[in-house]
């Protein structure tokens, strides 16, 4: 079993920055994939960013490219997402996400954190 524990949320203007960390425990030399999945209000749950344990390939949706990086200690068992440039359509719960692979499919993911909000004001 994995436990998957965000935080870094919160509330911030257009054009800041927030830095997203998810803290991982339990049995994590199964978690190949790690990455975040967010659902804004009124909208499907979406994949934004992934990263494999080996680092180095990571995939990013096309609405966080540019703005929005992953990177992983592998020693802390903790993955991170720095958010730059923000936008209001980027107001959602961010969940911090472990799986076998890298995928935007939310089906494939095995373990989801509890989620953090982040809110971005215009």
């Known amino acids: 079993q994995v436990q998957l524990v965000e935080s870094g949320g919160g509330s911030v203007q257009a054009g800041g920055s927030l830095r997203l960390s998810c803290a991982a425990s339990?049995?994590?030399?199964?978690?190949?994939?790690m990455g975040w999945f967010r659902q804004g209000p009124g909208k499907e749950r979406e994949g934004v960013v992934f990263?494999?344990?080996?680092?180095?390939?990571?995939n990013t949706a096309d609405s966080a490219k540019g703005r929005f990086t992953i990177s992983r200690d592998n020693g802390k068992n903790t993955v991170y997402l720095q958010m730059n440039s923000l936008k209001p359509e980027d107001t959602a719960m961010y969940y911090c996400t472990a799986a076998p692979l890298c995928s935007f499919d939310s089906r494939l993911v095995r373990y989801w954190g509890q989620g953090t909000q982040v809110t971005v004001s215009s």
């Open positions: 339990g049995s994590t030399a199964t978690l190949n994939c």
């Open positions: 990263m494999y344990s080996g680092g180095g390939i990571t």
